[in-house]
């Protein structure tokens, strides 16, 4: 068995049983193909009642849905298309290590899929795992055949173990040097480079560079700079949202008070910080909203040209003041910050200055959140409840 590939989009199932079953190379066309199929098939059943019991919902509602290229194919799908096809349709499952046959007895001979959880591609015959598509078989006779089902598991089992490899697999972008191959971080690392005069290029150097993904298995060493966050004996990662209760945002301990003035939030009050000298009957609506959403529609609709000029230099010192009042403040949050004990805390955010973006399992960026946060932690530890003042 020869696993092909068909694209990675919510249309996977149609093209693969298309290229199985009728040798169609995955398209547009084929997917609209098939998916009208799928409606004209449910509006014309005669019992649609018994139908949508199968579909999940009612028929008129599910030949509108199928048409949505964004909407996924199953078991429905694989059902009517072996009707269609006149063909058994085998699905190689990875999560169960079996294959399930559907509309058996159909005299059109069988095709194989694998089904990876998220993924369909075609499954062929060759005389080679090297087959050339003029080679191949795309229909298989109906007949058992041992071999073709262990080939096939064989497929999945190494689908498993290449998913579970790149799972541990870290990515990072770089910038690679046209000239002398170096590896930079950021356009400025290579306009810096650029500009060395002790880096050696030749006459003809004109400035060409171009973005690599740097590929680290399991085991080696990260560059500098960058933190593993699925170490989790070393971090402890949380992410910018209600559901964590050391983000700003998080609306589920009492309300926080800092300088004698209650917010709803941290968020509310890290944004009010912004605007109480300079803007103060917009710092006022902004501690009055009921929800995160509303407050940071106000501060970033209304509020854009009347922050305080020097909120670059002092918005680290605000983030501090308000955190240590959070956290001294409700003993639930004060136990929960010390049980983390010494390990890095690492606020997963896009925000650069805030957190740290994890694109391809590798966190680079400034993470102050979590620095403050650390700062906070250590002060408890040590019996330290002074809180600075704005």
């Not at 559907?102 to 993924?119: D, F, M, P, V």
């Not at 945002?249 to 890290?270: L, R, T």
Request: charged share 25%; hydrophobic share 35%.
């Amino acid at each position: 068995m020869i696993r092909r590939t068909v694209p990675n989009d919510n249309s996977c199932l149609f093209y693969a049983i298309a290229y199985c079953a009728e040798g169609a190379e995955a398209s547009r066309s084929v997917e609209q193909r098939l998916r009208g199929l799928m409606r004209d098939n449910v509006l014309s059943d005669p019992d649609p009642e018994t139908r949508a019991l199968f579909l999940g919902k009612p028929v008129a509602e599910y030949a509108e849905w199928i048409m949505n290229p964004h909407h996924w194919g199953g078991e429905p799908e694989i059902v009517a298309l072996s009707d269609h096809y006149k063909v058994e349709i085998a699905v190689v499952s990875c999560e169960m290590m079996s294959t399930i046959v559907y509309g058996e007895g159909a005299s059109g001979g069988r095709i194989y899929i694998l089904y990876t959880g998220s993924h369909y591609d075609p499954l062929v015959s060759g005389a080679s795992p090297d087959a050339m598509p003029s080679e191949e078989r795309k229909i298989q006779p109906s007949e058992p055949n041992g071999e073709l089902e262990a080939s096939a598991l064989a497929i999945a089992k190494k689908q498993i173990e290449d998913a579970a490899k790149k799972a541990k697999q870290k990515r990072v972008k770089k910038i690679k040097c046209g000239g002398c191959g170096a590896l930079l971080d950021t356009n400025e690392a290579f306009q810096a480079h650029c500009m060395d005069e002790t880096v050696m290029h030749d006459d003809d150097f004109s400035f060409d560079c171009t973005e690599i993904e740097v590929v680290y298995e399991d085991g080696d060493a990260l560059p500098e700079g960058s933190i593993d966050l699925s170490d989790e004996t070393k971090v402890y990662a949380f992410y910018n949202s209600q559901s964590y209760p050391f983000s700003n945002v998080y609306m589920g301990s009492c309300p926080v008070e800092v300088d004698s003035q209650k917010y709803p939030s941290a968020e509310h009050a890290w944004q009010c910080c912004k605007f109480i000298e300079a803007a103060p009957a917009l710092a006022k609506r902004i501690r009055e909203t009921e929800t995160v959403d509303a407050a940071h529609l106000i501060s970033h609709s209304e509020g854009m040209d009347q922050i305080r000029e020097d909120w670059d230099i002092v918005k680290y010192d605000m983030l501090l003041k308000i955190l240590r009042a959070k956290f001294q403040q409700s003993t639930v949050l004060k136990e929960q910050l010390l049980a983390t004990g010494t390990r890095l805390l690492v606020n997963v955010d896009i925000d650069k200055w805030a957190g740290m973006s994890a694109a391809g399992g590798i966190a680079t960026g400034a993470n102050n959140m979590g620095k403050a946060l650390m700062k906070v932690r250590e002060e408890l530890s040590s019996g330290d409840t002074t809180i600075a003042q704005i």
